[in-house]
């Protein structure tokens, strides 16, 4: 079993999910001229950057990425993708993106999940929990037959599902204190985050892990 992913730019990295997904990876980093395949793996995870979704000129493995991610929704491979990587899910699937009218989100921010997400592979176990954020580009529409799986104060998209396999969050899971100092975050908000670290690492190392089993089940189940 193996995941694909995509790297934005190299203070975005894996973080925590390196360690708890409990799966291998094959990181694609584009930035350094790393082509974007046609297909994922076993599974298929697109991280966050500073682009925004549609900036295609200033950023030109986007249009790969996005059919990466159209491709990986439609044949059903596990998908997971996170802030940018969201984002760029939801304009490949047919929602919007826009940059959001109520600045930016930025730091350890409450999500909330909502009741279409009990059950779900997931977020079933989420109920509210602290997540790092860091953007302003938001989802405003989501694709057709989206559900909607947690939500925010700031802007309310922040979680949601299409099909059985995929899933796009808004925040950021994967950053770890650290990786939020290096993307010269405010002094007073990397503190926030280091002081929530114990509750980060409860809330979403489930989520990681569970994404890991649904690899490794999908890909028993069609082996």
């Not at 993708?81 to 730091?107: K, N, P, S, Y």
């Not at 985050?193 to 490794?216: I, N, Q």
Request: glycine content about 12%; charged content about 20%; hydrophobic content about 45%.
């Amino acid at each position: 079993m193996r995941i694909t992913v995509i790297e934005h730019e190299a203070g975005a990295g894996l973080g925590y999910l390196a360690e708890w997904l409990g799966v291998d990876v094959r990181v694609v980093r584009p930035y350094l001229g790393e082509e974007v395949p046609a297909r994922a793996e076993d599974g298929l995870i697109v991280l966050g950057g500073e682009a925004s979704a549609w900036d295609d000129a200033g950023y030109p493995w986007l249009p790969a990425t996005r059919e990466l991610l159209r491709a990986g929704v439609a044949d059903g491979t596990p998908t997971l993708g996170i802030c940018l990587g969201a984002q760029l899910m939801t304009i490949a699937c047919g929602g919007t993106v826009e940059r959001g009218g109520d600045g930016l989100e930025v730091g350890a921010r409450e999500v909330v999940a909502l009741p279409a997400a009990a059950g779900d592979a997931l977020l079933g176990g989420l109920d509210r929990a602290v997540a790092v954020q860091y953007h302003q580009d938001v989802m405003t529409v989501l694709p057709e037959g989206a559900v909607l799986l947690a939500t925010g104060e700031q802007y309310p998209h922040q979680a949601y599902r299409l099909g059985e396999r995929a899933w796009a969050v808004q925040f950021h899971p994967e950053a770890t204190p650290e990786i939020f100092a290096g993307w010269n975050s405010p002094e007073d908000l990397v503190v926030e985050v280091k002081l929530a670290e114990e509750d980060l690492v409860a809330a979403w190392r489930p989520l990681a892990e569970a994404f890991g089993e649904v690899v490794r089940t999908s890909g028993r189940a069609t082996a």
